[in-house]
Structure formats: structure tokens, C-alpha cells
């Protein structure tokens, strides 16, 4: 049996993840902070594709809940983990140009989840991850390499995730390989949330029109690139860029939340 761990698993990208995991001979824990009803509907989702599944409540920025995190896929599952995705992430969306929409907190605030996070996630499944010789795969963000997004705070969080990336893979080698994801634009619930549905249409649009393949991104497009490196046995340090293209167009479109 195959057993994974998806943080952020009740919706969008990691949500997506898990369903692609799921199949027949395979154990997935759905991990998740505040969305109870969405991860146990991911949950049954995952077994109706005839896999075991359960969902765990966990805040990622508290190590003792990662720990206990741990020994409960461990308790359910057994000693090996196969993969581990750290998909779980928070942002502040700020306008582009205001320094004063971010302040020291929200920064402590976004690095406690997508940075920190990530590392005290793979720190406690590490003994499983070395039994199975599995992988890691940190859902990191276009973001990253171009400075754009939400805010000044995500995207530093996010170059600073893709800086874990290499140190994990270079502490867990042999054994485990940890590799990265960088997303440009997801049509998630996330961002329409944090833009409005009207912004968010629009943000939508401008994105597609400049990248090369005049398209953004579904959290499917996403979670099959992330299935795409838990299985690929030689990669390891890695940082995947999926973003239609839009990395040809760099600093061309800014993802801001309106004025207020």
C-alpha cells in the first residue's frame, strides 16, 4: 500500500492532489486547519476511488500538531510514507506599491504557515519518509521567481520555500527526494475570496491574455504536475515553474487586491 500526506488537502490544489492519489492500494491523509466539511467530503472522495482515507486537523505552524500529525498517519497507516505534500499556505493580499498594506506580522504570519510550516511538516513525517524512501513535493509559486502576487510578504515566503526546497533535499538524500512546484495564476476559491469575484474575473483574464499559452491554471493542471514529481526517482532539488507561460511575460501582470 501507498500512503501520502496532503496538507492544505480539503480544497483547491491540494484537494485536487489527493483525488489524483487516490486509487485502490493507497492510504491518503487529508490535512487541514479550518475546512472540517470540505476535508471529510475530500475524504469520502478519495474512497469512493476505492483508496483509505482520512482527514486530520492540523495547524502546520505548530510543530506539536505536526508531530501529532505524524503519529497518526503513522497509527492508521504504518511505518512508510510514500509522499508528502506541503501544500498548505495563507496570504495577505495587499496593492501593489502600498508599503504600508503589509506590516511585520503579516509577514511573521505568512512565514510561520509557508515556510515554517513545510519544514516542521517534513521534520516530524521525516523517520517514515527515510522508511519508505519517499518524497516531498512543497507547493511553492510563480511568485517566487517574479515578485508578483498577492503581496510583497508571499512572495518573499515563497522564494524563501523554494530556498527550504534545496537544504531538504540535501539533509534527507539519499533516501528522500524533495522537489518543488511553482504555480503561476490557479483558479482557486482562495483567490476569489481574497479578490472579490469581480477583481478576480478580471485578474483572471489579464493573466491569459499575456502568457504564451493564453490560459491560467486549473488546481488539476497543478496537482498532476505534483504527482508528476513524486514519481520521478532521479529528480531531487528541483523547482517546477507551471505557469502557461507567463514567466515570458514577466512583471507584465501584478496580482493586487483592490483599493479600499
Not at 496570504?91 to 501593489?96: E, G, I
Request: charged share 20%; hydrophobic share 50%; aromatic share 4%.
Amino acid at each position: 500500500m501507498k500512503t501520502y500526506v496532503v496538507t492544505g488537502g480539503a480544497t483547491g490544489i491540494g484537494r485536487a492532489t489527493a483525488l489524483r492519489l487516490a486509487a485502490p492500494d493507497t492510504a491518503i491523509a487529508v490535512v487541514y486547519s479550518r475546512s472540517a466539511d470540505a476535508a471529510r467530503e475530500t475524504v469520502s472522495a478519495c474512497e469512493r476511488r476505492g483508496a483509505r482515507a482520512l482527514a486530520l486537523a492540523a495547524d502546520v505552524s505548530n510543530d506539536d500538531a505536526c508531530r501529532a500529525a505524524a503519529r497518526a498517519v503513522h497509527d492508521a497507516f504504518g511505518d512508510g510514507l510514500d509522499g508528502l505534500v506541503n501544500n498548505a499556505g495563507v496570504t495577505r493580499f495587499a496593492p501593489a506599491g502600498d508599503l504600508d498594506a503589509v506590516n511585520a506580522d503579516d509577514f511573521l504570519a505568512l512565514y510561520a504557515v509557508n515556510v515554517v510550516g513545510p519544514w516542521q511538516v517534513t521534520r516530524a513525517f521525516a523517520p517514515m519518509l527515510r522508511a519508505a524512501r519517499g518524497a516531498v513535493v512543497n507547493v511553492s509559486s510563480s511568485s517566487a521567481v517574479d515578485g508578483t502576487g498577492s503581496s510583497p510578504a508571499y512572495a518573499a515566503s515563497k522564494a524563501a520555500l523554494d530556498n527550504l526546497t534545496l537544504n531538504l533535499a540535501r539533509a534527507l538524500a539519499p533516501e528522500v527526494r524533495v522537489n518543488a512546484v511553482r504555480p503561476g495564476f490557479v483558479e482557486t476559491d482562495w483567490h476569489v475570496r481574497g479578490l472579490g469575484a469581480e477583481r478576480f474575473e478580471a485578474v483572471r483574464r489579464t493573466v491569459a491574455q499575456v502568457t504564451a499559452l493564453q490560459a491560467t491554471l486549473s488546481p488539476d493542471d497543478v496537482a498532476e504536475s505534483i504527482v508528476w514529481l513524486l514519481h520521478q526517482p532521479k529528480a531531487t532539488g528541483q523547482h517546477l515553474l507551471v505557469d502557461a507561460g507567463r514567466q515570458l511575460a514577466a512583471g507584465a501582470v501584478r496580482l493586487v487586491a483592490p483599493p479600499k
